[in-house]
């Protein structure tokens, strides 16, 4: 996954999106924003935790499935402050 996301970024095929990985009890994103890292977290039991890109890429690697979703700029950010501050109830 890294090298392919590697590729993508450095052939300038992704610039505003989001990689999202499942595994069995949680789900991992990582931000992208102009083709750099922004931001990455995780949902974990409905709770939205903001994470560093190292922990991104371990808590990943055993992944079970993995995508990357292309999205307005606007859009990406606005999620990605999610993970950032949690909403109130």
């Known amino acids: 996954m890294v090298a392919v996301l ?3 970024l ?10 999202r990985a499942g595994s069995a009890n949680a789900e991992h ?3 992208l924003h102009q ?3 922004h931001s990455a977290g995780v949902l974990e039991e409905d709770r939205f935790s903001m994470r560093t890109f190292g922990e991104f ?3 990943t690697a055993g992944a079970t499935s993995v995508a990357f979703c292309h ?3 606007a859009i990406l950010l606005c999620t990605a ?6 909403p109130s109830a």
């Open 6 to 8: 590697r590729e993508s």
């Open 10 to 19: 450095a052939n300038g095929s992704v610039s505003d999106g989001y990689v």
């Open 29 to 31: 994103f990582l931000f």
């Open 35 to 37: 083709g750099k890292a």
């Open 57 to 59: 890429f371990g808590a």
């Open 71 to 73: 999205t307005d700029p």
């Open 81 to 86: 402050v999610l993970f950032r501050k949690a």
